[in-house]
């Protein structure tokens, strides 16, 4: 199988915005997403996944998404049911001043009940204004036993609601953090040991509520992903 999606444009969805079962390697890229549904008796996501691997998610905008997750992973019936290999960078998020509903409970990225989410990265992807109402909202989790791993790295979060910023790995997953930065997104748990937080840092982007999420400064240097 495979698939590409380009220069979408995907607004006010009533649940998910996108949805992929059983199709590997995947393209979604230069596309904007905005503004999706989720209730008490379903869950939303920007991008529901289930046994789908080698999928490339890159040079997105993603605005307004709620419920579960921005890109959510979650168990399948489908043999076999791995998710692996997924890369997820260079997207940009926010929840903005026409943010109506609610915020992210499971994750930005999410891989959840009982999905193998194998050789993941994440990576030199933006994160401003995150509206969470859960624990792990805003961060990237492995949750109820899933398995697996991911590298996070190069990344920048700024003025996330979800305090403690914190990563969570269940199920014997391994979450990997490194040259990463936190701004003015409170206390942050764990993290590589180039990793960087500033819980008073100012805005870094040039005007993310337009849309425009180039930085005002340089970053300190991230590491090479070759």
């Known amino acids: 199988t495979g698939i590409t999606l380009q220069y979408l444009y995907l607004k006010n969805s009533s649940q998910n915005s996108l949805k992929s079962v059983a ?3 995947g393209l979604l890229e230069y596309s904007t997403i905005e503004q999706n549904g989720e209730g008490s008796f379903y869950h939303g996501q920007g991008f529901g996944v289930q046994t789908s691997s080698t999928w490339t998610v890159r040079y997105n905008d993603w605005i307004n998404i709620t419920g579960t997750a921005v890109i959510a992973i979650v168990t399948s019936a489908i043999a076999p049911d791995t ?3 997924w890369e997820v960078y260079g997207n940009t998020s926010i929840h903005n001043g026409s943010f109506v509903v609610t915020g992210l409970s499971n994750g930005w990225w999410a891989c959840i009940n009982n999905a193998t989410c194998g050789s993941a990265k994440f ?3 933006s994160i401003s204004d995150c509206v969470s109402i859960g624990i792990v909202a805003c961060a990237v989790n492995y949750l109820n036993t899933a398995s697996g791993d991911i590298d996070i790295e190069n990344n920048l979060w700024y003025l996330n609601n979800q305090t403690p910023l914190t990563f969570t790995a ?6 990997t953090r490194n040259n990463n930065t936190y701004t003015a997104s409170g206390t942050v748990t764990g993290g590589g040991a180039a990793d960087e937080s500033f819980p008073a840092g100012g805005d870094p982007f040039s005007s993310r509520t337009t849309g425009n999420f180039h930085l005002v400064s340089n970053t300190t240097a991230g590491l090479n992903l070759g």
């Open 23 to 25: 199709c590997d390697n």
């Open 83 to 85: 998710d692996n290999a």
């Open 123 to 125: 990576y030199n992807n």
């Open 170 to 175: 269940t199920g014997g997953a391994t979450v």
